[in-house]
């Protein structure tokens, strides 16, 4: 071991981070740890990844150092692995060893930069699913026009399938993970559609939105009703709840679309002599808005339904991608969330399914 | 009738215009109309609406008014009438009469700003679906990095379901739309899914998948396989193609994430005094950047797969924008697109077609 055994009898938390996976390399981990460590005194790592590697790293970053385990490991899942084989193979890798120290209690939350497909994979495994949770979810921030800046959806991409009930529990998980990281005490949670009408969209919605109007009283959030695309960054809604195709199609959407106008707008500054020099009036002014759209500064989806807390950060984040990433992991951390979600969920989705099962046996 | 009959032995082309159903009025109608008919010598029209309220609009438009033949009727389809209601009662509308002209022959492509599901319903009706398509599709042009600056997308909520031969038939239906709306003889068709990996995603779309490579050689198109939400834009692919609950979340949220884009915008040109000069001196490409990004200047959802063209246009449309949805109803009328498009689709999906019905046989 390179570094010293994070104390953890004092009130620290411990986050637990896969080195491997991030497009950008080890150095863009340790980047991030370190702008972390250096703006939170009481976060300490646990790190899994080839110690040969991360050591010289470390040693130029002394404060980091001190609060670092580094765990060796060479055994990596790469961006390329399916899931199913990952399922067989991924055991003693640097993810699976991450997820693992979240399992056996050593740290609070786990962090990686890895393959969505097999950390959810993996982490199914590690940490199995929540009781009362058939599919699991990951829950992004989303740029709004809220006073948070943010609103959250989810499933972007956990699972391509998600039928009324567990819509259900995306809107029981969902409104916690808002307490908890938007601190909003009752989230209005709307359900993705394409029309807000009562009669527009799929059946399996029609039932969803039942089910979760019935639970909104008992779980704390108020019920909106159906949201369109458009009202998904809106001021509305806290939480945008939809299956992971969906969700998924539009988070890349909205990326690619934000990434579009940012270009047509560089274009544009530079078209004309008169405009550059716009442009240079105009730079504080546009650095706050190129940091209010930088997809790095809302960096982390959260795996939610499992027994433990874990950020999937982008592939390609760097150093400040990372520490966002680490960020959120801390705060949730510190909320005890995991254990409030599992709370949530045993009891909100409880009664409704008594109900459900209950109109079953009527309509049977 | 206020004005003269069209004279149709000419070579010009006669679109058929709804007056009502926009959130603007028969102002914005008329406006449209005469832009349209400002810069383009060949197009006239038959106008469906209240007469004694169209004649004074039209009496301050004699170059407009030499070319538009007045049809009188009083009932409308309203925003809020569910297509079933409509399809019951929808007959007699100046929605209706308007698709009525196309159906028999009188125009070449109608043009409605009304209900999207009612303008559905009863283009159905009033048209029927073309020898071979099961769902018709609503196809819109989305703003892209191609040289064209755009791409075609389809369906974006027509139907909400679609099975694999629907997807097949929008791939073909499509193609055909870029290469006449775009003139691009080889469109490039991507499918939209959660990731470019072949495994990913529904099973439909793997089977989806198989029958578009197989049709691509004998329709004229190449297909690059999967692509996900950020690429919809892209310069990778022409059409993307999927079924109309996605395609109509994706289309919202791009809408909403650019109008939310453009607001920040705003704002940070706003926040100092310095970037106020900034925005001055900018102005003119800041011009350029709102006009390529206008979502009403891409107006015109085109429904594919009846027999005969019909252009939606945005309920919110102003006269600019309606005079863009003319423009593309008038350039599909010129182009022979809808004699085109049901060949097309004849002679695409009878093989696979053919091929599906055998591999069924083999299977059972």
């Not at 546009?286 to 950060?313: A, Y």
């Amino acid at each position: 071991m390179t570094a010293s055994t994070p104390d953890t009898s004092d009130r620290s938390t411990v986050i637990s981070i896969d080195a491997m996976g991030g497009e950008r390399g080890l150095s863009a981990v340790i980047g991030g740890m370190e702008k972390s460590a250096r703006k939170n005194p009481d976060i300490r790592f646990i790190l899994h990844g080839p110690e040969p590697h991360l050591a010289p790293l470390l040693q130029r970053q002394p404060a980091l150092r001190e609060r670092t385990e580094v765990r060796h490991v060479e055994k990596t899942v790469s961006m390329e692995d399916k899931p199913s084989r990952v399922l067989r193979r991924g055991k003693g890798t640097s993810m699976w060893n991450a997820l693992e120290s979240v399992a056996k209690g050593e740290a609070a939350v786990a962090v990686s930069c890895g393959n969505t497909g097999a950390l959810m994979a993996l982490s199914m495994l590690a940490l199995r699913k929540a009781p009362g949770v058939d599919r699991p979810a990951i829950a992004v921030m989303w740029p709004s026009r809220n006073p948070s800046g943010y609103n959250v959806v989810l499933d972007v991409g956990a699972d391509i399938r998600a039928d009324a009930r567990d819509l259900l529990n995306y809107a029981i998980m969902g409104a916690a993970y808002v307490r908890n990281g938007l601190q909003l005490k009752r989230p209005r949670v709307g359900l993705l559609n394409v029309g807000t009408e009562e009669h527009k969209g799929r059946p399996e919605l029609h039932e969803a939105a039942q089910l979760i109007e019935a639970a909104a009283p008992g779980s704390d959030f108020e019920y909106v009703g159906y949201v369109e695309g458009s009202d998904i960054g809106g001021e509305g809604v806290d939480l945008i709840v939809t299956d992971g195709f969906t969700g998924n199609v539009a988070l890349k959407t909205a990326e690619g679309t934000a990434m579009q106008v940012r270009d047509l707008l560089k274009e544009a500054f530079r078209f004309t002599p008169l405009s550059r020099i716009g442009a240079l009036f105009a730079l504080t002014s546009l650095r706050r808005l190129s940091k209010r759209i930088d997809p790095r500064r809302v960096n982390g989806g959260v795996f939610l339904g499992l027994n433990g807390t874990v950020v999937k950060s982008h592939g390609s984040a760097d150093a400040t991608g990372l520490s966002a990433a680490i960020k959120l992991a801390f705060i949730l951390a510190q909320n005890g969330f995991a254990e409030k979600l599992a709370r949530r969920v045993a009891s909100g989705a409880g009664p409704a399914q008594t109900d459900t099962k209950r109109k079953e046996a009527e309509a049977s």
